[in-house]
């Protein structure tokens, strides 16, 4: 019973202690090292990259405040926006956007089933004749006969924009998509447009200084059709970056008799019409690659150039790698695509920097540090050692030359120089040991601190850690010292 008190008295606080001790240390340091990464590209914008507007950017909303986006219009003022809750909308009359500045936009994306706007309607459906109208995120059908969205004459800096647009008229002829009509400044961006099989997916009629760009255009008769006449010519049109597949003919020109269609620009688009025309007509005087030079990568290699179109039907060479065709693709004794895609449009990330090597210099830094001070006491003459104890956080071997000149009371001078070399290892402590000769009279305080700039690399990434840690096998040994020294108590 003795022992065991005395085990109780000796070796459980001892035990205790140990445990403390192991629960109080902690890491000293965590070293986290952040790798910079390359930004990834930025995404294509296609026609489902619509994002709908906040109900807050909105004057009017259909259904709430009107039932029928007809209605809405009709009651709009100038400049207003009018928003669309997502549904079915089969308008009893089509609409006629006649008033500047208006915004017509879905409240749900097109691509989503539950959140799409559709606007159904047999004939006359949608008529912008205004400047500055936003028309964007609507599934647009055509059941009868007439255009799907309808620009008309005289209007100005129109956006047609993320919409969706067909019919379920196959035997509809002399109606189109879209039309682009005696107007300019109109930007038709990534739309898709599709099953007008008999007729043009967009029809540019007598219209010069507009944009097609960025839209998908499939399986109608002509994907896009250009017209001049003698009244009105039709130039410095930019068309880019469309898919123009499956469709009779890619891309028609007409001419009427005295009429201009040049300097338009056609480039970085994608003909695949493999059983059809890509270029169909006559096309007038333009230009078949981009305007500038272009930074692209493509596969493994960045590249330079001016690009132009991919033809489903080119069968040249390149020799370079650099996704340009060796030879031009004609199309007619006017006009000549230069630069030619080897691959459709899409596989070209256009816009990119070329990445530069540059050799990696190891910088250098100057640190400053102050070495722990010691004092000692001095009296009469002797011979003194001075410890001063220097703490580093890397490996290295330190040269410390010191002149210290100090004018005491009652001698003219002292001088103590030393020099030391001090290695100092992965334990963070040297301690240099520096002989003195200190003459004096009296009991003097002598205090010594010592500055060490010094200029070295970089520290490493890694940090050494201390471990204070203490582990379960010390623990043990003291429990077995408190019983033995329990048991040593009890014998006495």
């Known amino acids: ?166 019919t379920t008229n196959s035997s509809l002829t002399g109606y189109y998509g879209i039309r682009v009509y005696r107007s300019s400044n109109v930007t038709i961006s990534y739309n898709r447009i599709y099953g007008w099989t008999n007729t043009y997916g967009i029809f540019v009629n007598e219209a010069s200084n507009n944009t097609i760009a960025n839209n998908t255009i499939y399986n109608n008769n002509n994907g896009i059709r250009i017209r001049a006449t003698s009244t009105y010519p039709a130039k410095y049109n930019r068309v880019f970056l469309n898919m123009i597949v499956n469709n009779t003919y890619g891309i028609y020109f007409s001419i009427s008799t005295g009429g201009n269609l040049s300097n338009n620009e056609i480039y970085l688009n994608t003909f695949n019409n493999t059983n059809n025309y890509g270029v169909y007509g006559t096309p007038g005087s333009n230009r078949w690659y981009s305007p500038t030079e272009y930074t692209y990568k493509y596969e493994n290699g960045y590249f330079t150039s001016y690009m132009g179109n991919y033809w489903s039907d080119y069968n040249g060479t390149d020799s370079d790698g650099n996704g340009i065709g060796d030879t031009p693709h004609g199309i007619d004794p006017n006009n000549v695509d230069e630069y030619p895609l080897m691959k459709p449009h899409e596989e070209y990330l256009i816009g990119v920097e070329i990445p530069t090597t540059t050799p990696t210099e190891t910088p250098t830094e100057t640190t400053t540090e102050t070495p722990t001070e010691t004092t000692t006491t001095e009296t009469e003459t002797q011979t003194g050692v001075i410890t001063v104890t220097y703490t580093y956080i890397q490996t290295q071997t330190l040269t410390i030359t010191e002149t210290i000149t100090k004018t005491l009371p009652l001698i003219e001078t002292e001088t ?73 108590l009890r014998r006495r």
Request: proline share 6%; net charge negative; glycine share 6%.
């Open 416 to 488: 103590i120089t030393s020099t030391s070399i001090s290695t100092e290892t992965t334990t963070s402590t040297v301690t240099n040991t520096v002989t003195t000769t200190v003459i004096t009279t009296k009991t003097e305080e002598l205090t010594i601190s010592v500055s060490v700039t010094e200029t070295q690399p970089a520290p490493p990434v890694e940090v050494p850690v201390i471990d204070y840690r203490v582990t379960a096998a010390t623990g043990v040994m003291m429990l077995l010292v408190g019983f033995l020294l329990g048991y040593v």
């Open 1 to 166: 019973m003795k022992v065991r008190l005395m085990y109780v008295r000796y070796a459980l606080p001892l035990a205790l202690i140990t445990l403390a001790l192991i629960a109080s240390v902690t890491p000293v340091t965590t070293l986290t090292n952040t790798v910079g990464k390359a930004s990834a590209p930025k995404e294509v914008l296609s026609w489902s990259s619509y994002v709908p507007p906040n109900e807050t950017e909105c004057d009017i909303i259909v259904p709430d405040n009107y039932p029928s986006i007809n209605m809405s219009v009709t009651a709009a003022q100038p400049g207003q926006t009018i928003c669309v809750r997502p549904g079915e909308y089969l308008e009893a009359n089509g609409t006629t956007i006649n008033k500047n500045g208006l915004r017509l936009l879905a409240l749900g994306r097109p691509e989503i089933p539950n959140e799409s706007v559709i606007i159904r309607r047999s004939g006359f459906l949608l008529r912008i004749q205004a400047s500055n109208v936003v028309v964007g995120g609507f599934i647009l059908v055509q059941e009868g006969s007439w255009h799907g969205i309808d620009v008309y004459s005289g209007s100005q800096n129109v956006t047609v924009i993320y919409n969706v647009i067909t």
